[in-house]
């Protein structure tokens, strides 16, 4: 029998596994699908939460630690398997400064490099801008990571270090014998384990469900589209009004991305095909030259205020939640998987953990 079993393969699923595989425990993760390719394949990668001045501090705690690690997990990754998640400081341009003095004074209290830049200099970083504005908001240490990439990396990491991955395994129950988890029904058989810990996104609530406990984690579509550009075409990671543009290190430029709750609905639009084309060509004209080589969709597990539920499951030992990121989960993950290891293993938690419990008063 393992000693954890861990129900989802996304980012913050396969980061828990590594996190516990390397305190001495057997782990075993369940996917019902292929690990990695949900909302963590989906997502742009961005290591900041947008407009990171709006939300909680519950989320910067978490998105803070993270980010100073992020480089050294990376380069780990990339030696250990080979795959490079490509991290990237590109810095963070936003174009918005309605927000300026909440942004300095978020930015004065928690030590993080933001400038407000003019004209000029605007130009200087994004040369092919069209109509640049007066002034605007310039993160230069935000970075990002080729999440695909990163989530493939991840997955061989822990192919390496034994952890059992079984995928396209349906949970149909997770059990329990009195208070006390006992481990999970599915399409395959029984699993089990003493401790079990939900990391299913934004399939989490149902999962919960069915033991009669709810969490408000919904499922929240973001469309996201991607031009075969070339490199020096989108130099920095742009955000106006929602909407970003990010460049990888190969030209490639992804722009999305949507705000859409139709449920588990997961199908593309050309209504946001359109969108997301039209605002990037008028930021950016020469990308009328570049194709749009994809349109994807993924959902993302919305929760209110963006804080994710992390923590000891209420009434049922051993259970465990670690979900709820939003639209932060890349971002979000290495802390929050730290944390959840922290809480299973009894040692002191990198942040107090008590903002993120399953029954914290959320707004």
């Given amino acids: 029998m393992t000693d954890c079993i861990i129900i989802g393969g996304g980012i913050i699923g396969m980061l828990t596994a590594r996190e516990l595989d390397q305190a001495g425990l057997s782990v075993t993760l369940v996917e019902r699908g292929e690990t990695g390719q949900e909302s963590s394949w989906a997502g742009g990668g961005i290591l900041s939460p947008l407009y990171p001045w709006r939300y909680p501090e519950a989320v910067t705690r978490l998105a803070a630690w993270g980010q100073a690690r992020y480089r050294t997990l990376a380069e780990q990754l990339a030696q250990d398997t080979g795959l490079d998640p490509q991290w990237l400081q590109s810095g963070l341009l936003i174009l918005d400064t309605d927000e300026l003095e909440q942004a300095r004074s978020w930015a004065a209290r928690h030590g993080v490099s933001l400038e407000t830049v003019g004209r000029e200099r605007i130009a200087e970083l994004e040369p092919a801008l069209a109509d640049p504005p007066e002034r605007a908001i310039w993160l230069p240490e935000v970075a990002q990571v ?13 192919e390496r270090r034994g952890v059992l991955i079984r995928e396209r395994a349906e949970v149909r129950k997770i059990t ?14 029984l699993l089990e384990a003493p401790r079990v810990i ?31 550009a070339e490199p020096g075409v989108v130099r920095r990671i742009v955000l106006c009004q929602g909407r970003y ?17 139709t449920g588990f609905h997961k199908a593309t639009t050309d209504a946001a095909l359109t969108e997301l084309s039209d605002i990037a060509v008028h930021q950016f004209p020469t990308l009328r030259r570049y194709p749009v080589k994809r349109h994807w969709a993924g959902l993302r597990p919305g929760s209110p205020q963006g804080i994710p539920y992390i923590g000891p499951f209420p009434g049922l030992d051993g259970l465990y939640v670690n979900s709820g990121h939003f639209r932060n989960g890349l971002v979000l993950a290495p802390a929050s998987a730290r944390l959840l290891a922290d809480l299973v293993l009894a040692r002191p938690p990198i942040v107090a953990p008590e903002p993120y419990g399953l029954t914290a008063a959320r707004g």
Avoid at 206 to 227: N, S, T
Avoid at 245 to 261: A, C, F, H, K, N
């Fill in 198 to 228: 939900v990391c299913a996104g934004a399939w989490t609530a149902g999962l919960l469900e069915q033991i009669g406990e709810l969490i408000h984690v919904q499922p929240v579509r973001g469309q996201m589209i991607l031009f075969g």
């Fill in 146 to 158: 080729r999440n695909p990439r990163m989530v493939a990396a991840l997955r061989l990491d822990l």
């Fill in 245 to 261: 543009l990010i460049p990888r290190m190969d030209g490639q430029v992804l722009m999305g991305s949507t705000v859409e709750y």
């Fill in 176 to 189: 329990a014998a009195g208070t006390r988890v006992r481990g999970l029904e599915t399409d395959q058989g």
